[in-house]
C-alpha cells in the first residue's frame, strides 16, 4: 500500500517550521525520529490525568497508570512477536539493555578464558560493555571483520566460533552504514557452537518486521526513540529460561519478593529485572508510537524507506566528488558519503546553513571508522515522513558544496 | 599596523554586509580559511594540537620585534576561517595588547549562533591558547 505521506507529516508538529531561514529537512532519524502529536499528547494526557504509582497503589489512578503501562509491554510482545509478555523488560534504551545482559548473564556466564564475539561494525554501546566484562573476567573479545562494502565476512565469523564462545553480539542493521547483517544464519552457527546471542536491533526495530521467535535470537535490545515513540525508554527481550536463569540487574524496590536483612528472594521475570519507580509516563506513550506504526504497516514504511534511499543513492551518486561509504547489497534508510576534498564536520554545516539536519562524524563506531581508514562521514537516514523533494533538497545542496572543492 | 580593536571593527562591518543569510556567511568563513598562510609542516606535532577543539587545531607561534607571530591550521575548512579571523586580529601585535584584548567582535556578529555551541568551544580553547602563548612571551620578555 502506498502511503500518503503528506498525511503522516501532519502529525508531527516539529516538521513544520524553518530552520536559519529554510524549511526544516530533517535526515537524522538514524540518530532519533521525531514523534507524532498521538506520542506528545499521551505524555501530556499521563500526567494531567493518570499520573501515580504503578503496581502498588490501592486507587484507581494506580491502576489505570498500571494498566496502561502493561498494555506496552504487551504491545511490544507483539510488535516482536515474543512468546510471552513476561519476556519484554523495560529498560532506558539499548545502551541499558546491552549492558544489563553484560552485568547479569556476564557475571553469571562468562569466565576466566571465555569468548565473546561482535562485529567491526558495532556501535560503542555494543563494544564497551564488553570489553568492561572481559577485563573484570579475563575472558576474551573477538571481532568479526568486514569486507570494504561494509559487509560482516561470514566465513571469517564461523572460525572464530569456538567451544569457548559463550556469546555474539552483534548490531542487526549499522547505524553507521545502514548494512542489514545476515543474522539468522549467524543466530544458527552461534547455537550449533553452543553460544547465545544478543541483536542490537537499535537500528533494525524501526524499519522492518523483527520476529524473535523466527529469528531465534536470546537477547533483542531497542530504544524507543528511534521508532517515533519517547526518549529514556527501551526495551531488552530475552528468552524466559535465561531471564530466568540469570541474577537481577539492580537491585531495590518492585524487583523483590521478600526483603528480610537475612535474604531477600525475588521478583518474578519481568519484574526482577525493574528496579525502582519506572519511566511510567514514556512507556505508556510509546505504545502510541507502536499503534502509529502498525496503522501503516511496516512493509510500507520500508517500502516508502527503500524508494527514498534508493532515490537519494542514484541521484547524489552523479555528484562530482560524491564518496558513498558502506555499499552492501543488503542496506537499509541509511546513505554514507563524503565529499571529496572536504571535512565532514564542514558539510553538516553547510548543509544546516541550508536547513537540512544530518549527522556527521564517527556515529559512534570508531572501531568501524578506522577499519575503513576515515574519521567520519555525512549521513543521511531516511524516515517514513521524509519527501523526495526533501532529498531534492539535500541533492541541490550537497551538489553546491561539492562544486566548492571538485570543479 | 591597525590595533586590535580597529580590526575587530572592520570584521564587524564585513559580516554586517553578509546580513542574516547564514549560508553565506558559513561560505564567506570557508573562503577565508583558503587564504590562510600555509602552516610549517615540521610544527604539525601532537603537542601544537589544540586541545578541547573538535576538530584538529595546530597552533605554534613566533616573538618578532616585541610581537606575537601566530601560524595555525585545521583539518576543516570552517575551523580554518575561525582561525584566520583570530590571527588577523592577534598576529603581529604586543604580548599586553593580546592578553589585556576583549574580542568583542564574536558576540557582536553572532559567531555563536553561526557555528554552534561545540565550535564555540573550540573557538574559546584557541583564544585561550594564543592569551596563554602571549603570557608566556611577556613573562619571558619581563625577565630579560
Ligand atoms: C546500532 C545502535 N546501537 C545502539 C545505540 C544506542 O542506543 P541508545 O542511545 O538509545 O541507548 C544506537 C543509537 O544510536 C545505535 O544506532
Redesign the interface.
Known amino acids: 500500500m502506498r502511503l500518503d505521506i503528506q498525511h503522516i507529516r501532519e502529525l508531527f508538529p516539529i516538521l513544520h517550521q524553518e530552520v536559519n531561514g529554510k524549511p526544516l529537512v530533517y535526515l537524522d532519524n538514524a540518530a532519533t525520529t521525531q514523534k507524532p502529536k498521538q506520542v506528545i499528547d499521551a505524555l501530556v494526557n499521563y500526567y494531567e490525568l493518570d499520573n501515580s504509582n504503578i503496581h502498588r497503589g490501592a486507587h484507581t489512578l494506580a491502576d489505570r497508570a498500571t494498566r496502561y503501562y502493561e498494555n506496552t509491554r504487551t504491545s511490544i510482545k507483539a510488535f516482536v512477536n515474543a512468546l510471552e509478555t513476561e519476556e519484554i523488560i523495560f529498560t532506558k534504551g539499548t545502551t541499558e539493555s546491552i549492558n544489563l545482559v553484560a552485568a547479569t548473564f556476564g557475571r553469571k556466564f562468562i569466565g576466566k578464558g571465555d569468548e565473546i564475539i561482535i562485529s567491526t561494525l558495532e556501535h560503542h554501546s555494543n563494544i564497551v560493555p564488553w570489553q568492561l566484562l572481559c577485563e573484570e573476567k579475563g575472558a576474551v573479545l573477538k571481532v568479526i571483520p568486514i569486507n570494504d562494502e561494509g559487509e560482516i565476512i561470514f566465513e571469517a565469523f564461523e572460525k572464530l566460533l569456538t567451544e569457548k564462545t559463550k556469546l555474539v553480539s552483534v548490531v542487526h542493521v549499522s547505524n553507521a552504514l545502514g548494512t542489514i547483517n545476515p543474522v539468522k544464519a549467524i543466530i544458527e552457527s552461534a547455537h550449533k557452537a553452543g553460544a547465545k546471542v544478543l541483536l542490537d536491533g537499535a537500528q533494525s526495530s524501526s524499519h522492518f518486521k523483527v520476529d524473535v521467535q523466527e529469528l531465534n535470537c536470546d537477547f533483542f535490545a531497542f530504544s524507543a526513540h528511534k521508532i517515533y515513540g519517547p526518549t529514556g525508554m527501551g526495551v531488552l527481550y530475552g528468552k524466559r529460561e535465561l531471564l530466568e536463569a540469570i541474577p537481577p540487574f539492580q537491585g531495590g524496590g518492585e524487583m523483590i519478593k521478600e526483603v528480610t536483612f537475612e535474604k531477600t528472594t525475588f521478583n518474578d521475570i519481568p519484574f526482577k529485572f525493574e528496579a525502582g519507580t519506572p519511566n511510567i509516563a514514556d512507556v505508556i506513550a510509546f505504545d502510541k508510537a507502536l499503534t502509529f506504526v502498525n496503522e501503516l504497516g511496516k512493509e510500507n514504511i520500508l517500502m516508502h524507506e527503500d524508494t527514498l534511499l534508493e532515490y537519494a543513492t542514484d541521484k547524489l551518486s552523479t555528484i562530482k566528488g560524491f564518496i558513498p561509504i558502506g555499499t552492501a547489497k543488503e542496506k537499509v534508510s541509511v546513505l554514507s558519503f563524503l565529499i571529496n576534498g572536504m571535512h565532514p564536520f564542514d558539510v553538516g554545516m553547510m548543509l544546516d546553513a541550508a536547513g537540512i539536519a544530518v549527522r556527521t562524524g564517527h556515529h559512534c563506531t570508531q572501531p568501524l571508522m578506522n577499519r575503513l581508514n576515515i574519521e567520519g562521514t555525512v549521513r543521511a537516514s531516511f524516515s517514513v515522513y521524509n519527501t523526495m523533494e526533501e532529498i531534492d533538497r539535500l541533492y541541490d545542496s550537497i551538489r553546491k558544496i561539492a562544486k566548492l572543492k571538485n570543479k | 599596523m591597525s590595533d586590535i580593536n580597529t580590526i575587530q571593527n572592520e570584521i564587524i562591518e564585513e559580516f554586517e554586509i553578509l546580513g542574516?543569510?547564514?549560508?553565506s556567511?558559513?561560505?564567506y568563513i570557508?573562503e577565508l580559511g583558503e587564504k590562510l598562510v600555509a602552516y610549517p609542516e615540521n610544527e604539525r606535532t601532537e603537542d601544537n594540537i589544540i586541545k578541547g577543539c573538535?576538530?584538529k587545531v595546530w597552533l605554534t607561534t613566533a616573538y618578532e620585534n616585541d610581537t606575537v607571530i601566530f601560524l595555525a591550521d585545521s583539518?576543516?575548512?570552517?575551523?580554518k576561517g575561525l582561525i584566520s579571523l583570530l590571527i588577523r586580529v592577534y598576529s603581529g601585535k604586543k604580548p599586553d595588547d593580546i592578553i589585556n584584548s576583549d574580542l568583542y567582535f564574536i558576540d557582536k556578529i553572532g559567531m555563536g549562533n553561526i557555528?554552534?555551541s561545540q565550535?564555540s568551544n573550540g573557538l574559546a580553547a584557541m583564544i585561550k591558547q594564543m592569551k596563554r602563548y602571549a603570557l608566556a612571551y611577556q613573562t619571558k620578555s619581563k625577565a630579560l
Do not use: A, C, P
Not at chain 2, 20 to 23: F, H, I, L, M, P
Open positions: 542574516d543569510d547564514k549560508e556567511t558559513i561560505y570557508m573538535q576538530s583539518n576543516t575548512d570552517i575551523t557555528i554552534g565550535r
